[in-house]
């Protein structure tokens, strides 16, 4: 495997690193590539959240649940895609929120989100690789165990830490979560099945803003500035 974690998340998962469930992963991977199966993200994208957010720097933590599946859309950050790919609908409509939220345009054929991993957004889906076209297809494969032990990690040993939680899925690990000591915002999913039922009108960007400059901290900056 050519994939490599930024040096401080592993110091901070190093336990992780050796435990049975963890090697099972790549020993998965191993036999679907030799079967012929494509998979995404490539290999050194695989850990591409952790690495554009180091440890030390996470302040906001984007949940979503697997890589996009179509080809050249995957690149390791929840909801985000590579230069030249066109944003998919869900992402649309995060920009579509943002813009009724504060006010920014919406980038027209943009969806690299990589601006907000350097700010400290954590871009995190809960599994980290899937098969081409096939949704969930590395859902039982070991990689929700290894997320839930980095949100985990985010709980205990930091503090102030905003966890935007979209739709069902991201809220089931609200659990893992230590609200006494971080925050927690929860809406709909952007989906275009769902986003009209609660994920339009959540003002998450701009609350976001205001719990990081209540603690002296830096707002994100959401705009995105288009190549």
């Known amino acids: ?63 979503g649940q697997d890589p996009y599946h179509n080809i050249g859309q995957a690149q390791g950050l929840s909801f985000s895609v590579p230069d030249g790919i066109k944003p998919p609908p869900s992402l649309i409509n995060i920009y579509k929120e ?22 400290g957004v954590l871009l995190l889906n809960a599994i980290l690789t899937v098969r081409a076209s096939e949704p ?34 991201a809220q089931e690990k ?11 915002l929860k809406a709909a999913h952007p989906s275009p099945f769902s986003a009209d039922k609660g994920f339009f009108g959540c003002k998450h960007f701009s609350k976001t803003n205001v719990l990081l400059t209540n603690q002296g901290l830096s707002p994100i900056d959401w705009k995105l500035l288009t190549p």
């Open 1 to 63: 495997m050519d994939a490599k974690i930024e040096h401080t998340w592993k110091e901070v998962l190093k336990n992780e690193f050796t435990k049975s469930y963890f090697l099972e992963i790549f020993s998965f991977l191993a036999i679907e590539r030799n079967a012929g199966k494509i998979i995404y993200p490539p290999e050194p994208l695989i850990f591409n959240a952790f690495n554009q957010t180091p440890f030390n720097k996470v302040k906001v933590v984007i949940l």
């Open 98 to 119: 943002i813009q009724k939220d504060i006010g920014i345009a919406i980038p027209t054929g943009y969806g690299n989100l990589t601006k907000w991993a350097e700010q």
């Open 136 to 169: 969930a297809s590395h859902a039982k494969n070991g990689w929700m165990n290894f997320t839930d032990a980095v949100i985990t990690k985010i709980s205990d040993e930091k503090k102030g830490v905003i966890f935007l939680l979209w739709g069902k899925f």
């Open 174 to 184: 609200q659990l893992l979560i230590d609200e006494t000591k971080h925050f927690v």
